[in-house]
């Protein structure tokens, strides 16, 4: 199995990149977060996930910026009806971390907001993924704080808006 590889960035495309390792090209197709971390450099390492579509010859590697976005694809991947494009467009959408945080707070409108995602998917994402990343399996201890600390400010926030403060004041401080 391929972990990573790295060399020098031949071609760069929001969707695509091209790595050449001593002669050889890898295409690797790629997420936006990705893409922004790629754009302006000359030279990349990249972690790789190796998908074998099922009866078909097609052999396709997907490139990672780190390996918390990679695993958190091959979790994507690992629910029933998510294929890679999906997961890759998931990952164009939104940050791993704020993907965790929707799955936690089972925000399905966040989820669903993603081109290609619909209610029932993303309901069915919560229910098989939400277990995973709160045992810890999927999530790094920054997600899940945040995502407690963000519960408590929207209750501070709409305890202050109930005792007569402007919403655009109680964001401000």
Known sequence: MIDYISGHIAELSPTRVVIDNHGIGY???I????????EGKEDA??????????????ELYYGFSNRDERSLFQTIIGVSGVGV???????????ADEFRSAILSENVNVIKSVKGIGLKTAQRMILELKDKIVKGEEASASARFREDSSKVSEEASSALQMLGFNKANVNHA
């Open 31 to 38: 997420s936006l977060q990705t893409f922004a971390e790629l």
């Open 85 to 95: 494009n999906s997961a890759r467009m998931i990952l164009s959408s939104l940050s």
């Open 27 to 29: 295409s690797m197709e």
């Open 45 to 58: 390492k990249l972690f790789i996930h190796h998908h074998l579509q099922n009866n078909s010859d097609v």
